[in-house]
């Protein structure tokens, strides 16, 4: 099996690699960048793979192709990738909210990758914050039914590629040597700071990133009408993405009624603990693969309550972008018979 990787040389194209090495199915990898990453190398399974410079010729023999090159290429070029013949698995924004294009968390909703040959042949890959927020959120709607969520992000500079951990970088070091920071990619400083909004604001007060979290997370969970209330938070973070989250039930439950749905479901990790040391944070998740929650709770002194409250941290360049990506490969190339 052939797999494209455009947008090979960035933080999202790396991390699939990476995901694509450690994989157990039998692939075979054509990393593809822009013209300035022409001739850089990748390593892959032991040995060092040429990258070239992007062009349709080069994955017409494909059999996926993994995106993440950004919106703008993706819009340009995702369908004619798809025309020749790979399935396409898109990162960006581009395609998230087409009706003819699948919006896809394995664990969630596999169910609506079936057919995709007979529609565009592109699945499109959710926004990293509505990954791990679906994962729990999922579980929960299964035993007991959701009607509201309240969620607060605090997402790393690696959400911004390799820009936004760059400028984090500069801004500490230059703080340490008693320099004003200079922000090019946000608006102020981020280093030792937090920016409340993330991306464009639009009349009503919502950020596109708010956007994205609830209008994603309402078409994954087939609820259009679910109530959705999202502050996204930009954090002096360079890896892993953290939400706060409050939801509100189709039923009142006991406190381990709920953790034991949380601890059984698949994709998830629970760390069921009173000792803060051992919470899932950014230095402790960054690099794994999963979706890690802790700090299950009921609305203070209740015994029994429609309302819970939860952590939920995952790493963005892994579950939140490369790979889930990678997992919905992984599914569509099991059901096809692909030998691993």
């Known amino acids: 099996m052939k797999v494209a990787v455009i947008g090979a040389t960035g933080a999202v194209g790396r991390e699939m690699i990476a995901d694509l090495d450690e994989s157990n199915l039998d692939l075979e990898i054509v990393p593809l960048a822009s013209a300035r990453s022409d001739g850089a190398v990748v390593e ?41 013949g790979p399935v396409v698995i ?9 009706p003819d294009v699948p919006l896809v968390v394995p664990e969630v909703n596999p169910g609506d990758m079936t057919g995709v040959h007979r529609k565009k042949g592109i699945i499109a890959n959710p926004n990293c914050s509505t990954i791990q927020l679906v994962v729990p959120l999922s579980a929960l709607k299964a035993k007991f039914g959701i009607s509201q969520v309240h969620v607060a992000t605090y997402q790393s ?12 970088a500069q801004q500490v070091q230059g703080h340490f040597n008693f320099k004003e920071p200079a922000p090019r990619v946000y608006r102020q400083p981020v280093a030792f700071n937090l920016l409340p909004a993330i991306d464009k604001i639009d009349s009503h ?3 596109f990133e708010e956007e994205k979290v609830i209008r994603e997370t309402r078409r994954i969970l087939g609820m259009p009408h679910l109530e ?12 892993c993405h953290g939400e706060a989250v409050s939801v509100r039930l189709g039923r009142k439950v006991k406190l381990e009624e709920a953790k034991s749905v949380i601890r059984d479901s698949e994709g998830i990790n629970f760390v069921d603990t009173d000792d803060v040391g051992e919470m899932p944070s950014p230095r402790k ?7 890690w929650v802790s700090r299950v709770r009921l609305p203070l002194d209740t015994e029994d309550s429609d ?32 030998r691993k």
């Open 307 to 338: 309302w819970l409250q939860f952590w939920v941290i995952a790493d963005n360049l892994k579950k939140g972008a490369a790979t889930n990506a990678v997992q919905i490969l992984e599914h569509l190339a099991t059901a096809a018979g692909v």
């Open 228 to 239: 959705v209330f999202a502050t996204t938070v930009r954090t002096p973070t360079f890896h």
């Open 90 to 98: 898109d990162n960006s924004s581009a395609w998230r909210m087409d």
């Open 44 to 84: 892959f399974r032991g040995r060092q793979v040429k990258v070239r410079a992007f062009s349709l010729s080069h994955v017409k023999d494909c059999d996926f192709a993994l995106l993440s090159a950004g919106g703008d290429f993706s819009r340009m070029n995702a369908m004619a990738i798809a025309k020749l």
């Open 205 to 207: 007060g919502h950020c």
């Open 157 to 168: 500079v690696s959400g911004t590629g390799q820009k936004g951990i760059a400028e984090l």
């Open 285 to 291: 998740v960054a690099g794994d693969r999963g979706v």
